[in-house]
């Protein structure tokens, strides 16, 4: 037919897709390891669970979180990685890390919880590749949880 066009044959409705669904599942961030199998043991001490596993790939997990552990190293890119772990009760993982020995046991560096002025209590653990990890909980999480314990 002369003189009709499908929206996918006018260039005018480019980027005009109508989707229905932008319901996303999960995100996933690639963790570089140094030493693959002295990082699976730090994160399943930590308290991951090592779901799977390959030669270059582990899928780490707790809970709702996960990522993916890979058998890659470079230095730069290891040491700028930085995660994000939001929890329930920061002070719970920390004495776990403690508790655990992680910071002796893998040689690296903990800095104990402290409150943020931009909400959130959190501490830092550096992982044995270099990977900079803050696990925190919003502020008004940690005064509930507190009050539960009668703090």
């Given at each position: ?35 693959f199998a002295l ?100 502020i008004s999480t940690?005064?509930s949880v507190r ?5």
């Amino acid at each position: 037919m002369r003189g009709r066009q499908s929206a996918d044959d006018d260039p005018t409705q480019f980027g005009r897709l109508v989707v229905s669904n932008l319901t996303t599942v999960e995100v996933k961030a690639f963790v570089p390891a140094r030493d693959f199998a002295l990082s699976k043991q730090f994160y399943q001490d930590l308290g991951f669970e090592l779901a799977w596993s390959d030669d270059d790939l582990a899928y780490m997990r707790h809970g709702n979180s996960s990522f993916l552990l890979q058998n890659f190293y470079n230095d730069v890119h290891a040491g700028n990685f930085m995660m994000h772990l939001l929890v329930t009760d920061v002070d719970a993982w920390w004495h776990h890390v403690q508790a655990q020995g992680i910071a002796s046991k893998y040689d690296t560096k903990t800095e104990p919880p402290e409150d943020r002025p931009w909400g959130i209590r959190d501490f830092v653990l550096v992982d044995p590749t270099g990977v900079l990890w803050s696990i925190g909980q919003t502020i008004s999480t940690v005064r509930s949880v507190r009050a539960l314990r009668g703090l």
